[in-house]
């Protein structure tokens, strides 16, 4: 079955300090796996795409990996920031058909105290 | 930021009501897709559209039904709503042109309680 699995499900860490997030999957066959970040009462956006051949790409203070072997990926936050503070969510697309279908984990809750 | 647009950004109705939830986006993207969302869970695809006179259902079995008329109009409807119904509901839209590695572009959504 395929499915998205993300850990810690929340997560609290003082301003300034880093963070990764952790998503495994089971998705076969593989085609990426995306990164959104989702403020609350706002829609996720679009942090990373990373496919089959890239292990590691980064947006600003984000940097995700990926281990196509192992079925891992994780979200690695530097230097966090208050506007950190949002839901994470992990998603994988397969290339079963012309839509590419997603399968979405539930999420990591970050909290970033000052 | 996307310019993907979601009204109402909250909804509370009575059972037995028709709503109709309204997306537009002005990036062109023949892509567009409905997903609805409970707190704490993943997303679940209720519907999506390829293109104008292009609907299909998604994985999550909804009594709601979707039209596109016009490629940056994607209204999701639902003719008798019900307790059931009560959700988050997150309109979203890709290029057709990067193929499978194309992101999906969100709206804020709609907060709709049925009561």
């Known amino acids: 079955k395929n499915q998205v699995e993300q850990s810690p499900q929340s997560l609290i860490i003082l301003e300034g300090k880093n963070c990764t997030l952790q998503c495994n999957y089971t998705v076969s066959p593989f085609s990426n796996l995306r990164w959104y970040k989702q403020d609350t009462g706002r829609g996720p956006v679009s942090l990373t795409i990373?496919?089959?051949?890239?292990n590691t790409k980064s947006n600003g203070r984000y940097t995700a990996t990926l281990d196509a072997d192992t079925k891992q990926s994780s979200l690695h936050i530097t230097a966090s920031q208050l506007s950190d503070s949002a839901s994470y969510i992990c998603?994988?697309?397969?290339?079963?058909?012309?839509?590419?279908?997603?399968?979405f984990g539930r999420g990591t809750q970050l909290t970033v105290w000052p | 930021e996307a310019d993907i647009y979601q009204t109402p950004r909250y909804l509370v109705i009575g059972t037995g009501k028709k709503i109709t939830l309204e997306c537009s986006q002005t990036m062109g993207h023949d892509k567009m897709y409905w997903y609805q969302q409970d707190p704490g869970m993943e997303l679940h695809l209720i519907h999506y559209?390829?293109?104008?006179?292009?609907?299909e259902k998604g994985d999550l079995s909804s009594e709601s039904t979707v039209s596109r008329i016009r490629t940056e109009h994607f209204p999701l409807t639902l003719e008798s709503a019900r307790p059931s119904h009560t959700s988050q509901y997150l309109c979203?839209?890709?290029?057709?042109?990067?193929?499978?590695?194309?992101?999906?572009?969100f709206g804020n959504g709609t907060r709709l309680t049925v009561t």
């Open positions: 979203a839209s890709s290029e057709s042109g990067g193929g499978y590695n194309s992101p999906l572009h």
């Open positions: 559209s390829y293109g104008v006179n292009s609907t």
């Open positions: 998603v994988v697309s397969d290339r079963g058909s012309t839509l590419g279908r997603l399968y």
């Open positions: 990373m496919t089959f051949s890239e």
